[in-house]
């Protein structure tokens, strides 16, 4: 098939010959034609040579590459694509988990689908697109899913908030394929209410999954604190480690409101569970309990690169604040989620609230994203998950 050709500027080509799978609008020298956005483009050197083939978007990332290969990008290198990142799960012992049934099927550029975000849970499949040429094949891929996935019989796309701006449309999320189910959501056998329809993200933070199962090893006996908590996931899996006693605080009181209810969902009995709506810098300036244990999981203090600097000084004022409320021994679990804090800039944050307090601090654990969110060796920039379990005397 015939695409329309985007030609580099000579030497703009290295990153792509290293299938790095975007292509920045400064290495553009030409365009043969008016690509509409969405549209599938072949990306030459300087010299026409073919170096792949990508969707087409008027913004700093002018291409996100799909494949490396001159082909066909029709349905069936789509069933492919899916195919493999259902392979992958099987894998990872996630497909028809009996205690696990929400995860990610799909993790943009690290299974090759850039612009395109799929997670599960239970029967239904939410799709997130990024970009229009992910969204103008959702159908496609809505429907690819549930002849691959046999377990998944509804796909309900969330897209209205994650299209780029330029994108001339009005997008209205909705169900593509079947309608809502009444499913018992399961992650390591811990039982979740979640709305994708208006939760954040797709419904759930399924990023934080083995990390939420570290703190529940770590929290027999404990007082713990879980700030930023949302569905409250990381309070349930302390009391389920057998916390003596948690405390989630949000800002929003539906997070609060969802997660009592993920707490009655998993204890009949009795907890010692209290949740505060409060922000969180307040709420730890005003308090004057201590704890064995902290959890530090903000939302993104920096979207964009003019925002770093300020979001750097948020995560050093917030890890001295959590410090400063540990008991001797005690354990902080502090993460980013933020693309743009790469991983040194983190550690070199949380290192200056450490140094702000003046207690001893061990690192006993770096974390990221788990498997089901895999980050292509050749994109770091997919790495947006960064954490650190500390130890703090």
């Given at each position: 098939m015939d695409y329309i050709k985007l030609t580099l500027k000579p030497g703009k080509e290295q990153s792509l010959l290293r299938f790095h799978p975007w292509v920045f609008s400064g290495a553009i020298k030409k365009i043969d034609g008016n690509p509409t956005e969405g549209e599938i483009v072949e990306v030459n050197d300087s010299t026409g040579k073919f170096i792949a083939l990508g969707h087409y978007q008027p913004s700093s990332i002018s291409v996100r590459i799909v494949s490396f290969t001159?082909?066909?990008?029709?349905?069936?290198?789509?069933?492919?694509?899916?195919?493999?990142?259902?392979?992958?799960?099987?894998?990872?012992?996630?497909?028809?988990?009996?205690?696990?049934?929400?995860?990610?099927?799909?993790?943009?550029?690290?299974?090759?689908?850039?612009?395109l975000i799929v997670d599960i849970y239970g029967k239904t499949a939410v799709m997130q697109c990024h970009s229009l040429g992910m969204y103008n094949i959702r159908q496609i891929i809505a429907e690819l899913i549930i002849e691959q996935f046999e377990a998944v019989t509804s796909v309900f796309d969330k897209s209205a908030g994650t299209l780029p701006f330029k994108a001339s449309i009005s997008p209205v999320d909705g169900y593509l394929i079947g309608k809502e189910s009444d499913d018992t959501l399961l992650e390591y056998g811990n039982r979740f209410e979640v709305s994708w329809i208006e939760g954040q993200k797709t419904g759930f933070f399924i990023d934080q999954r083995e990390n939420r199962l570290l703190l529940q090893h770590y929290s027999k006996d404990k007082s713990v604190l879980n700030t930023f908590g949302?569905?409250?996931?990381?309070?349930?899996?302390?009391?389920?480690?057998?916390?003596?006693?948690?405390?989630?605080?949000?800002?929003?009181?539906?997070?609060?409101?969802?997660?009592?209810?993920?707490?009655?969902?998993?204890?009949?009995?009795?907890?010692?569970?209290?949740?505060?709506?409060?922000?969180?810098?307040?709420?730890?300036?005003?308090?004057?309990?201590?704890?064995?244990?902290?959890?530090?999981?903000?939302?993104?203090?920096?979207?964009?690169?003019?925002?770093?600097?300020?979001?750097?000084?948020?995560?050093?004022?917030?890890?001295?604040?959590?410090?400063?409320?540990?008991?001797?021994?005690?354990?902080?679990?502090?993460?980013?989620?933020?693309?743009?804090?790469?991983?040194?800039?983190?550690?070199?944050?949380?290192?200056?609230?450490?140094?702000?307090?003046?207690?001893?601090?061990?690192?006993?654990?770096?974390?990221?994203?788990?498997?089901?969110?895999?980050?292509?060796?050749?994109?770091?920039?997919?790495?947006?998950?960064?954490?650190?379990?500390?130890?703090?005397?």
């Open positions: 001159n082909t066909s990008i029709d349905k069936e290198f789509w069933r492919n694509r899916i195919q493999n990142a259902i392979t992958l799960r099987k894998t990872l012992g996630l497909y028809q988990s009996k205690h696990t049934n929400i995860f990610r099927l799909i993790h943009g550029e690290g299974d090759i689908m850039p612009g949302y569905t409250g996931g990381f309070s349930v899996y302390a009391l389920k480690g057998g916390a003596k006693k948690v405390i989630t605080v949000d800002s929003s009181q539906k997070a609060i409101e969802l997660t009592k209810k993920n707490i009655d969902l998993n204890f009949s009995n009795e907890v010692n569970h209290e949740a505060f709506c409060s922000d969180v810098f307040e709420y730890m300036r005003l308090s004057d309990e201590k704890f064995d244990i902290i959890v530090l999981d903000p939302p993104a203090f920096a979207k964009h690169n003019d925002a770093l600097r300020n979001a750097l000084q948020a995560y050093k004022r917030l890890n001295a604040a959590a410090i400063r409320k540990l008991n001797p021994g005690g354990i902080l679990f502090t993460f980013s989620c933020s693309q743009i804090v790469n991983k040194e800039n983190f550690r070199n944050a949380v290192f200056s609230g450490c140094a702000i307090v003046g207690r001893q601090v061990k690192i006993l654990h770096q974390l990221t994203q788990p498997a089901d969110h895999p980050i292509n060796i050749y994109h770091p920039e997919g790495e947006y998950l960064k954490g650190l379990v500390l130890q703090v005397e």
